[in-house]
């Protein structure tokens, strides 16, 4: 199983990107969002996600390669084509809508709107997507939390915001002012409700 390419980049398009590795150049998937961080030329590492598909009628199968930048994205990606009707098509599209930790917030707090958003995702599959990774998201460790996250709780935040949504707040700005407390007690994360209260003070 191929779990990461390291390359050099040499072709690019909206969706996929050509790496050559030792001579061998693999088609990789990607996101818009995805393409925009890769540099023009050089070289470039993903974290992979390696899918085969088979034809039930013809019996053949498709071999791809979904690259991220980010180890979290992968995982992310790899949960959502779990739920029933998320295709690895609308899993990308999900993954290029938003970074990995506000997918995964709004996933946790119950955010339907943000899944919604994303084209192909109808009403009953963001309920879908919220009802079956919810649970498995809070108890999921991240591999590579965010710096200002470092030693913090993504449960804690996740609860506070929506507690700081529920009160009227502006989501942007509930997430702002919640991320600059944390940055600002990182060294001693307090609990859910004095993130609530320290966030409400300095709103």
């Known amino acids: 199983?191929?779990?990461?390419?390291?390359?050099e980049l040499v072709e690019r398009s909206a969706t996929h990107v050509v790496v050559e590795c030792a001579g061998v150049g693999y088609l990789v998937h990607i996101t818009p969002e995805t393409g925009a961080r890769l540099p023009e030329k050089g070289t470039c590492r993903f974290h992979v996600h390696y899918a085969v598909s088979v034809d039930v009628r013809s019996g053949q199968s498709e071999h791809k390669l979904f690259g991220f930048l980010d180890p979290e994205e992968r995982q992310l990606?790899?949960?959502l084509i779990t739920v029933q009707g998320?295709?690895?098509?609308i899993g990308m599209a999900i993954i290029g809508a938003r970074s990995a930790m506000d997918l995964r917030t709004a996933i946790m707090v119950g955010d339907e709107g943000v899944l919604k958003a994303v084209k192909g995702i109808g009403p009953k599959l963001a309920q879908r997507i919220v009802q079956e990774l919810r649970t498995k998201l809070v108890a999921d460790p991240i591999e590579r939390r965010v710096p200002v996250l470092?030693?913090?709780?993504?449960t804690a935040k996740a609860?506070?915001?929506s507690a700081l949504i529920s009160l009227g707040l502006d989501r942007a700005k509930a997430e702002r002012g919640l991320q600059r407390v944390m940055n600002e007690h990182k060294d001693d994360l307090?609990?859910?409700?004095?993130?609530i209260r320290l966030?409400?003070?300095n709103g």
């Open 159 to 161: 609860e506070a915001l």
């Open 190 to 195: 307090p609990g859910v409700e004095e993130l």
């Open 150 to 154: 470092a030693g913090g709780d993504t």
């Open 86 to 89: 998320v295709s690895a098509t």
């Open 1 to 7: 199983m191929i779990d990461s390419l390291r390359g």
């Open 77 to 79: 990606f790899r949960q």
């Open 199 to 201: 966030t409400l003070k």
